[in-house]
C-alpha cells in the first residue's frame, strides 16, 4: 500500500484530465502552500483537494472501511491523518483560498465527467467551498457501482 497518499494518485490524475479537457489550467502540489493541494487554480483562486476515503477517513461512506488487525494503530494514524486534513484546510481558508474537497467516492459514483462539470461550475462562482460528492449521491447503494472504480481517463476532446 506504500505510496497511495503519494503524489499523482490514479483518481487525482482522471480528474486532471477532465477538468484539462475542459479548459481549466492548474498547477500541481504547489509546495508553499499548506498541505501541498493536489490542483491549485490561481486565476481563482482555488485548490481542490482530492482525498482518499480511506485514508483521510471519509464519515460514512462504504470506501472508508477499518482494518480488523492493529486497530489502535490504525486509529492513531487515521487520526493524525484527519486532524492534518482539518488544519491545512483552516489554513488555506486563512490565506485566503477557496477551497474543495473531492472524495475518490465522488468519482466513483459521479463519474470524473460529472465531477469536473461540478468543479468547473464552482471555480467559476463565488462560493467558498466545494465537497463532493453531494449527500445524495452519498446516499447511493454502493452495489449500484461497479467494485472496481475505472480510473481510465477518457481520451480528451471526445463529449
Ligand atoms: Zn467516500
Same mark, same amino acid.
Given at each position: 500500500m506504500?505510496?497511495?497518499?503519494?503524489?499523482?494518485?490514479?483518481?487525482?490524475?482522471?480528474l486532471?484530465?477532465a #477538468?484539462?479537457s475542459?479548459?481549466?489550467?492548474?498547477?500541481?502540489?504547489?509546495?508553499?502552500?499548506?498541505g501541498?493541494?493536489?490542483?491549485?487554480?490561481p486565476?481563482y483562486?482555488?485548490v481542490?483537494?482530492?482525498h482518499?476515503?480511506?485514508?483521510?477517513?471519509?464519515?460514512g461512506?462504504?470506501?472508508?472501511s477499518?482494518?480488523?488487525?492493529?486497530?489502535?494503530?490504525w486509529?492513531?494514524?487515521?487520526?493524525?491523518?484527519?486532524r492534518?486534513?482539518a488544519?491545512?484546510i483552516?489554513?488555506?481558508?486563512? #490565506?485566503?483560498?477557496?477551497?474543495?474537497?473531492?472524495w475518490?467516492?465522488?468519482?466513483?459514483?459521479?463519474?470524473?465527467?460529472?465531477?469536473?462539470?461540478?468543479?468547473?461550475?464552482?471555480?467559476?462562482?463565488?462560493?467558498?467551498?466545494?465537497?463532493l460528492p453531494?449527500?445524495?449521491e452519498?446516499?447511493?447503494?454502493?452495489?449500484a457501482?461497479?467494485?472496481?472504480?475505472?480510473?481510465?481517463?477518457?481520451?480528451?476532446?471526445?463529449?
Amino acid at each position: 500500500m506504500a505510496g497511495i497518499r503519494g503524489r499523482d494518485t490514479k483518481p487525482e490524475r482522471v480528474l486532471r484530465t477532465a #477538468l484539462h479537457s475542459a479548459g481549466f489550467r492548474y498547477r500541481l502540489h504547489v509546495s508553499n502552500l499548506p498541505g501541498k493541494p493536489d490542483l491549485v487554480f490561481p486565476k481563482y483562486n482555488a485548490v481542490v483537494l482530492v482525498h482518499g476515503c480511506f485514508w483521510h477517513r471519509h464519515s460514512g461512506c462504504w470506501w472508508c472501511s477499518n482494518p480488523s488487525s492493529n486497530s489502535e494503530f490504525w486509529a492513531a494514524k487515521f487520526d493524525q491523518n484527519v486532524r492534518r486534513d482539518a488544519r491545512n484546510i483552516t489554513d488555506l481558508g486563512n #490565506l485566503g483560498w477557496r477551497v474543495a474537497i473531492v472524495w475518490e467516492c465522488a468519482l466513483r459514483l459521479q463519474g470524473d465527467d460529472d465531477v469536473a462539470l461540478a468543479i468547473g461550475k464552482w471555480l467559476t462562482g463565488n462560493r467558498k467551498t466545494l465537497i463532493l460528492p453531494k449527500d445524495k449521491e452519498m446516499r447511493r447503494s454502493p452495489s449500484a457501482v461497479p467494485a472496481a472504480p475505472k480510473w481510465k481517463p477518457r481520451k480528451p476532446g471526445i463529449g
